[in-house]
C-alpha cells in the first residue's frame, strides 16, 4: 500500500532488487491480476507475503451483514493460504448507522472471530486484529488499543488469532508498551508495522501517514521494545500518504529502504 | 467558543435570554473586551462564568519557554480569579519541536503544575487538566486519556487539580467510565464538557466538533456517568466547528440549547 502505483510486477521486482525480503499484500490488486498469478509471482521472485490486507469490518448488527461479514472473511483466509502467508490482518469496523454502543459493536467482533478462528488455523492462517488509532473508532475500527485487542483474541488459541503492532495507531498510548511485552510473551505479536506520526492531519485524516522518520513516533525504540519481547519477524512499513502516492513509486520505494535502514535500526 | 462569531455582550445576552445559567469564557475575547469590564458584563446579567480557557503549554523542555509559559499560567489564573470563576482549564501542550519523547513531556507538566497549584489555591482557582483525543498527542497536547489526567492531579489537592471530561475527547475509550467514576469520588471532576463526534473529520481535524446529538457519542449516558459520582456542576458544550461559525451565532446559540435540552436530559 506504501507504493500502490505500482503495479504488482514492478513492485516485486524493485522489491527483490532492493533486497526486500518480504512484501504485505492487499486484496484488491491481488484479486486484478489474480490470485494464483500473484502467488507465483512473489513466489517466483524469491519474496516471502508478510501478510495480507484484509479482513474484518466484524461489526455488523443484523444477520444479512453478519453472514456477508463471515463469508468475506472466509475468502480472505482462503486467498491469504493461496499466497502462502500466515497472516491476515483484520479491520474490525466502525459503528453500525445509527449506533452510539461501542461495547456492543466489540461484542459482536468477538463473536465473529469464534467463527472465523478455527477456519483460519485449519488453512494456516493467523487471524491479526489490528487496533486502529482513536481517531477512527466511530467509522472504521471501534478496537482503539492493544489491550482491546489482546483481550478479543484470548479466547483463542495464538496460533489462529493475535494483534497487530502498528506504530501509527498506538504511539501515544503509554498502556501500549505493556501491552506488547503481554503480547510478545503469549505469541500475539502476528504483524509489526511501520508508520510515522506527521501532522496536520489531512480532511479524513486516513491518508496522512507520515514517511519513517518525519514525525513523532521513535522508530528505534519501538523495533526494540517488540524484539525484546523476543519477536522475530517481517517489519512492516505501511504508508498511505497522498503525497507519497503522487510521486513515482520506485522512488518512493528506495526512499522507503533508505528510511528503515536508517531509521528503525 | 461555540459560537465566537458573537461579541461578548451579545453573547451574555442571548445566554440569559435563554436562560443559560453560566458561560465558560475565553482568555482572547476577555482581554479584547477588557477583564474588569467582562466580569461585570457577566455579572450584571446574571451569569455565572463556568470556566475559562485556557492555561497550560507546560511541555517546554528549555528555561525560556518554561519560564515564560508560567508567567502566562499566573496570569490566566488571575484574570480567572477577577472572572470570578473557579475553574482554569488547561490544555498541556504537544511534544516540543524534534522532540519523541512523551513520557519526559508528561513529566515536566508534572513539575510546571507544582509551581501553579499554590499559586492557583491561593486565589480559589482550580487547575482543570483537559486530556485531549490522541490525535492531538503529538502538537497540543500530550496528555490523552483521563487516567493519565489523574495520575499528574493526584499528588495535589482537589482543591488545587482536578481534570475535564470532554466527551468528543474521552468517548472512544473503554478505561473513561472508571476514570470518572474515580475522579468522582475525589472531588476532582473540575469541568465537564460535551461535544459530538462526527465525521469525515477536517483538514487538521481541529474544527469538526459536531453539534449535540449529529454524532457517535451517547450524551445522555455520559451525563449520567458524571452524574452519578455525585457531581453537579454546569455542563458546558464546547463545539469547535466552521461550519457552525459560520452561520449566525443566535441561531447556532439557540439550536444549542434546543440539543442540549432533547439530547442531554
Given at each position: 500500500m506504501t507504493v500502490k502505483q505500482l503495479e504488482l510486477p514492478a513492485l516485486v521486482d524493485h522489491c527483490a532488487r532492493l533486497g526486500i525480503p518480504a512484501v504485505g499484500l492487499w486484496r484488491e490488486p491481488v484479486a486484478a491480476y489474480g490470485l494464483e498469478a500473484a502467488a507465483k509471482l512473489v513466489r517466483d521472485a524469491g519474496l516471502?507475503?508478510?501478510?495480507?490486507c484484509r479482513g474484518g469490518?466484524?461489526?455488523?448488527?443484523d444477520d444479512e451483514g453478519r453472514t456477508r461479514a463471515l463469508a468475506d472473511n472466509r475468502a480472505a483466509i482462503d486467498e491469504a493460504a493461496a499466497l502462502g502467508t500466515d497472516t491476515l490482518v483484520l479491520v474490525s469496523g466502525g459503528l453500525?448507522?445509527?449506533?452510539?454502543?461501542l461495547v456492543a459493536a466489540r461484542a459482536r467482533i468477538g463473536e465473529a472471530l469464534a467463527e472465523l478462528a478455527p477456519y483460519a488455523g485449519e488453512r494456516g492462517v493467523r487471524l491479526a486484529i489490528e487496533p486502529l488509532h482513536p481517531m477512527f473508532a466511530s467509522d472504521r475500527c471501534v478496537v482503539s488499543t492493544l489491550d482491546q485487542a489482546l483481550e478479543l483474541a484470548a479466547p483463542f488459541p495464538a496460533s489462529q488469532v493475535g494483534v497487530v503492532v502498528d506504530t501509527y495507531h498506538v504511539?501515544?498510548?503509554?498502556h501500549a508498551p505493556a501491552a506488547v511485552a503481554r503480547a510478545g510473551a503469549t505469541d500475539r505479536i502476528h504483524s509489526f508495522q511501520l508508520a510515522d506520526w506527521t501532522t496536520p492531519?489531512?480532511?479524513?485524516?486516513?491518508?496522512g501517514r507520515g514517511q519513517?522518520?518525519?514525525?513523532?513516533?521513535d522508530m528505534r525504540a519501538w523495533r526494540e521494545r517488540v524484539e525484546a519481547t523476543g519477536w522475530t519477524g517481517f517489519i512492516e512499513v505501511e504508508l498511505f500518504n497522498d503525497g507519497l502516492w503522487a510521486r513515482d513509486g520506485v522512488e518512493v520505494l528506495e526512499e522507503t529502504a533508505r528510511r528503515f535502514a536508517s531509521e528503525v535500526f
Open positions: 516471502a507475503v508478510s501478510s495480507l469490518f466484524l461489526t455488523a448488527a453500525p448507522a445509527g449506533s452510539r454502543d504511539w501515544w498510548d503509554d492531519l489531512p480532511e479524513g485524516v486516513l491518508n519513517i522518520g518525519d514525525g513523532a513516533v
